[in-house]
Structure formats: structure tokens, C-alpha cells
């Protein structure tokens, strides 16, 4: 601090006193005690604090008031704007009359200081407020604060929560001005604002301009690419960011492992993990976070599991990964018992973690044990988070409780895109497709925008009711709402055509996706199945291998589909076999049901049996249907009352078992057994 003043005897205060007697000054004045040696020099002392008050009342606009944000009582409650002279209010020198005169100042005369306003800005930022954020940057401007880079960083950030592009641009034009825009962080802030809100054009330009791009500034850009839907341009970008020499750092690790995850990239997700151990950064949570979930959305959930053990400590977030991996694993019985353990280890559980583990609830019908978890969340007063009464929502209605699903929408406060899309596609799920096209349309009187979640439920009530014009009038929609280009909303597209019996829409909308991901091949194949377009689904298939997807489960069961309807016996034997060859998947009931029709329409009555009885899991009753429907057509009347007696011992009221053993005694010429049947 400089003391621009001279003492009573005319002489300026640092010939007066050396610098560290000046230092002991100032400490004075923040009530400590002084040397000994420096007790000549507190009359002086005195005056000029004196002195600095009375120029702070004379025009208290040129000082900032910095008591609201004040974290350190070393830090002044008020400095000089231009000066930088500097009060406090605990000083050992304060003149008596101060307190009665900041009493008697009239409200808003003193103005915060950019910390000030900067750490307020920065709380409302991580407390997810980002509306109160722009609305105090809008009162700071209005008060003639000048921004600084970290105010820019944190309104940034705000833009970037509320998805306001235009504020965005806006907030970009003031940077402009400011000449701030070249700078690394507020850069960076720049290119993530414009990822988080879809225009990566405006991304790259920012990117492109940056004369010096640190890793902060990749980051931004690898994270971008992954939240718009381009995780293999996002590992481009980490090559290329290492080409140029610039390090990853685990914020950048965390991308890249994020963008695996959204393309299914699992070996390269394994490289990337190994570059992590070199690195030295695998003992970085948040890194071991990412490499759990990369392992579980790429489908080895082995490997995810082997990382969480070798973690030192586990956190929530450890624990919600692990859980949410078995929950998309399909294994959501072992994330029960994860939760379970969890708990005895004494840890409690936040929103995230009680949203996965309704998750697993619903993925296995355990309604018991979701009520259970709903009393857990209740107790921790989490009910009214949105998202946590979204999930509540959401297990209700898979675990066939609608009514229950039902209530607690009709309790919320208030309801945004979210928990309508979910309400609507619980519906589905239940098989309450036409209910679920009334409460779409109820949601838009309401006046609440559909999102592509909410188009991809709604498509989904259209296919299970076969509403062909309604569909139509959906996509229509989806033109209007810009989402048409959403990968899973053209998937959704392609079904539900496919499943109201026009293919040929399907067809075109597949054509004219300009991305397309696995689920969309799969809809297309399952199309071309269902309609008995055998040929085109095997060319579907062979173009779907050369360009390189990871062929899934639910691919085999469209293509066996598609060799059964073709009777290609040879072929879909092939691919059966293929699937654990080649692909390394294990073959589920579905699977072998797929077989078993292809063996029976083709007459191999025999061999199906055999395939059923070396299956590694017991057969299910709509199996054993299948191969009785098989035994109908070819009229093989004694196999057809074996598995009639199989399928009445596994469900004795079963309606269909008796109409087709009727109906095979039949079709053999035993009408009077029939008729007793």
C-alpha cells in the first residue's frame, strides 16, 4: 500500500520511516501490535489513517466496498479505485467517529468491487443458478462495473447452463470489445459455451483465432465434439492436440474416455486407458469415474469392474458409476446389490445415486424394492428434485405400476419436457400407446415444446397402435422442432414406419440421415425382416460389416429374423453360429426362438427340438409355442402333444398350447382328438 500524504512536520511519510517501519503501519492498522521500535512513528501512524478516512467520506464513489465477498480479514473493507489506498475497519488506528458516519450513509453509495462481484457471479454458476447469474451480470452492468476475463468465464458458463445462444453471442460481442477474446480461458469458455449450446460452427471459429491454445482449450473442444454428437471427431482432435504438443491433462483424459464411450469404441477406449497409466493420472478419481463408465457403455463390464476394485477410495460418484454400469450392462440385480453394500459401508446416497439405482429397479421389475428405495428418498428429502421424481416416475411405470407412475406426475409443482416425455413413454410401455398420443397432445396445450426424447416416445405409441397417420403427423413435427437429424429420433422414424407397414418410408428416411449409429442399421434390418425383404436385410447386413460397426445381439435377432421368414436354413446357421465365433455374443432365448421358428417353418422339426434341449438355460413357454406351431404346419402330431404337455406343466391355463395341439391333431386327420383337445 502506498500512503500518498505527508505527516504534520511537512515531511512524507516513507522519509519519515523506512519501508518496514512502514509495513508495521499498515499491520497497526489491522489492529496488531507494533515493535517497540516502531512506537515513534503511531502518532504519524494516526494521522494519515485519519486523514484516509476523511478522503473516503468526502467521495465515497471512488472506493470499492469489499466487506460482502471479504473471505480474509487481512483483505481491506474498502480500496481506492484508482489509488489503491486501502481501509479497515478492525484497524488499530480507526478514528472513533467512523462507525456513526458509515452508519448514516445512505444505501448504494459504495460500490463492490469486481471480486466482489466476480465471487458472487461464480456461486451462483455451481449452485446451477444460471439465471440469477446473467440477471446480477445485468445489475453489475447496470452499475458501471467493468467486466474482467473471470467475469466473462463465469457468465460464459452461465450461457452455457441456460442454452441461450443468443445471450451467448451477445456476451461474445462485449469480449470483442474488450479485446479479451484472444485470451486462453475466457477462449476456452467461448468454444465450450458454443458446444453446450449446438453451434460448433461458432465453436471453431473462436478455436481458430486463439493464438495460443493451451490444453484448457482442447478440452473445451474434445468435450464439445462429444456433447454434439461427434465422439469420433473428438478423438481426432486428441490426436491432433498431442501432434502440437500440448499434454492431456485428466480434464482432457476425461473427454476422450467420454467419447469412447458414445461411440462404443472399446478398443481404443483401452489405449487410451493404458496412455492414463503412463501418464500418471490413474489414481485421479475423476479419470477412474470415466474409465468405469466408458468399460460399462462399451459393454465390458468386466474391465469396469476391475477398475472400480482397484480404486483406493471410493466416492459416491465411484459407487453411482459402478451401479449405472450394471444397470446398462443389463445386470441391474447385481446394481441392487452394489447399492446394498454401499450403504453398509456407510455411505449416503445423493440424487445420482438414487437415480441409478431406480434405474435398476426398473430394468428388472423389482417394484418392492423401488418403494423401498422411494422411502429412502423421501427420508433424505430428495422427492421434490426434478430428476429424482422423474426416475421415481420412470420405475413405476416399467415395473407396471402406471397408476403409481400417474400419481406422482399429478403431484409435481411443475412439469417441464422432461417428465412429460417420461409420463408419455411409461404409457407405452404398459401398452397404453393410444393413452399416451392423447397426453402428447394434452402436453403441447400446455404449452410444453417436445424435445427428441418426447418425439422418440410418441413415435413409439404410434407403432404399437399402428397409427400410420398420426406418425406422420409426428414427423412433421420433428421437421418443424429442427430434431429430425437426431439420430435416435430418425431410428424411432424408421420403426415406427416399419412396424405401421409402410417400409418404403423407412427406407427413405434411412437414406437421408446424414449420421447413422448402430440402433438406426438395426431399425432398418429389423424393417426389411418383418416385411420379409430377405435379400435387402442380408445386403443390409453385408454393408452394415464393411462399414465396421460392432455388430450387437439385437442385430442377430433381425437377421435370423429375416432367414426365417426367407427359409434360409444354411445361412441363418451360419450367422447363429457366427454370433459366439466371431462376434464373441452369447446367444439369449430370443436367439434360439429365431432358430427354432427358422428350423420348424423349414421343416427341421427334429433338429430344433435338439437345439432346445442343448440350450444352456431352461426353454420358456412362447420357445416351446414356437416349435408347436412348427409341429401344426407339418402335421407331427406326436412331438406336437410332448410340448403341449411341456407348456401346460410350465403355465396349465395356457389357451394357445390347446388350440394348436387342436389344431395339429387336425391338420394329422385325428378329428375326433382334436375335438376332445
Known sequence: MVLRALTPS???????????????????????????????????????????????????????????????????????????????????????????????????????????????????????QFGKAMELFEQ???????????????????????????EGRCIHAQI???????????????????????????????F??????????????ISGHVISGQGQRSLELFHQMQYEGVQPDPVTFVGVLNACASIGALEKGRHVHEQIVRSGFRSNVFVDTSLIDMYAKCGSI??????????????????????????????????LELFRQMQQEGLEADHVMFMGVLNACASVGALEEGIHVHKQIIQSSLESNLFVATSLIDMYAKCGSIEDAWKLFCQMPTRNVVPWSVIILGHVTCGQGQKALELFGQMQKEGVEPNSVTFTGVLNACASVAALEEGRHVHEQIIQNGCESDVFVGSSLIDMYAKCGSIEDAQRVFNKMATRNLVSWNAMLRGYAMHGHDREALEHFEQM???????????????????????????????????????RISATVEHYACMVDLLGRAGH?????????????????????????????????????????????????????????????????????????
Open 208 to 221: 481458430n483465432r486463439i493464438p495460443y491454445r493451451n490444453a484448457v482449450t482442447w478440452n473445451a473442444m
Open 545 to 583: 460389416c464393411e462399414e465396421g460397426f460392432e455388430i450387437d445381439s439385437i442385430t442377430f435377432i433381425a437377421i435370423l429374423s429375416a432367414c426365417s421368414h426367407a427359409r434360409l436354413v444354411y445361412e441363418g446357421m451360419g450367422f447363429f453360429d457366427s454370433m459366439g465365433l466371431i462376434y
Open 176 to 206: 470483442m470489445q474488450r479485446g479479451c477474446e484472444s485470451d486462453a480461458y475466457v477462449g476456452s469458455s467461448l468454444v465450450d459455451m458454443y458446444a453446450k449450446c449446438g453451434s460448433m460452427e461458432d465453436a471453431w471459429n473462436v
Open 10 to 128: 511537512g515531511r512524507r511519510l516513507g522519509v519519515l520511516v523506512g519501508s518496514r517501519q512502514l509495513h508495521r503501519i499498515v499491520a497497526s492498522s489491522l489492529g496488531e501490535d507494533l515493535p517497540a521500535a516502531a512506537t515513534a512513528g503511531s502518532s504519524e501512524a494516526k494521522w494519515i489513517v485519519e486523514k484516509l478516512w476523511r478522503e473516503f467520506f468526502s467521495d465515497p464513489s471512488q472506493w470499492w466496498d469489499n466487506r460482502t465477498e471479504k473471505v480474509n480479514a487481512r483483505y481491506p473493507d474498502f480500496k481506492h479505485k484508482t489509488k489503491r489506498n486501502s481501509l479497515w475497519l478492525n484497524g488499530r488506528f480507526k478514528p472513533p467517529w467512523v462507525e456513526g458516519e458509515l452508519a448514516a450513509m445512505a444505501p448504494g453509495t459504495l460500490q463492490l468491487d469486481i471480486f466482489s462481484w466476480n465471487t458472487r457471479l461464480g456461486r451462483y454458476v455451481k449452485a446451477g
Open 302 to 335: 468386466e474391465d469396469a469392474c476391475k477398475v472400480f476394485n482397484q480404486m483406493s477410495t471410493h466416492d459416491v460418484v465411484a459407487w453411482s458409476a459402478m451401479i449405472l454400469g450394471y444397470v446398462r450392462c443389463g445386470q441391474g440385480h447385481k446394481a
Open 140 to 166: 453489475m452492468q447496470r452499475e458501471g462495473i467493468i467486466p474482467d476475463t473471470f467475469t466473462f468465464v463465469r457468465v460464459l458458463n452461465a450461457c452455457s447452463g441456460l442454452q441461450a445462444l443468443e
Open 605 to 677: 422339426l427334429k433338429e430344433a427340438e435338439d437345439l432346445i434341449k442343448s440350450m444352456p438355460c431352461k426353454a420358456n413357454v412362447a420357445l416351446l409355442l414356437a416349435l408347436l406351431g412348427a409341429c401344426r404346419i407339418h402335421g407331427n402330431l406326436e412331438m406336437g402333444e410332448h410340448l403341449a404337455k411341456q407348456v401346460l406343466e410350465l403355465d396349465p391355463g395356457n389357451a394357445s398350447a390347446y388350440l394348436l395341439l387342436a389344431n395339429t391333431c387336425a391338420a394329422a386327420g385325428k378329428w375326433d382328438l382334436s375335438a376332445n383337445v
